[in-house]
């Protein structure tokens, strides 16, 4: 199983973006998704998660309303659009995946859910 992130890159605060991430090795409609981040200096944290079907979406409450993650089935990527950004967005953020399985909701915002995740993107937001 392969995930790449990428779309990071230099924004102004106030700007936006969207994170692609692609999957290779398992199906993403077969399973929970996440998007994780971590800023310069701290831990990974959870940032959004989307359950294996629809409406199950889960977000950081920092987040929501800012935030969206997306899925694109046909073509196998995972996305997470992101608007009004702010200078405390910044860090390196990843995709995960949960695989097999159907966790209850709260195991969702625990990086210890996602046996799969890849290379990061680094998204800087300048003030």
């Known amino acids: 199983v392969q995930l790449q992130a990428s779309g990071g890159g230099l924004v102004q605060a106030g700007g936006s973006l969207r994170l692609s991430c692609s999957v290779s090795g398992l199906t993403v409609s077969s399973g929970g998704m996440g998007w994780f981040r971590q800023p310069p200096g701290k831990e990974r944290e959870f940032v959004a998660a989307?359950?294996?079907?629809?409406?199950?979406?889960y977000y950081t409450d920092s987040l929501k309303g800012r935030f969206s993650i997306s899925r694109d089935n046909a073509n196998n990527r995972v996305y997470l659009q992101m608007n009004s950004l702010r200078p405390e967005d910044t860090a390196v953020y990843y995709c995960?995946?949960?695989?097999?399985?159907?966790?209850?909701?709260?195991?969702?915002?625990?990086?210890?859910?996602?046996?799969?995740w890849g290379r990061g993107t680094e998204l800087t937001v300048s003030s």
């Open positions: 989307m359950r294996k079907s629809a409406p199950g979406t």
């Open positions: 995960e995946a949960v695989g097999q399985g159907n966790p209850i909701s709260s195991y969702y915002f625990r990086p210890s859910t996602y046996p799969y």
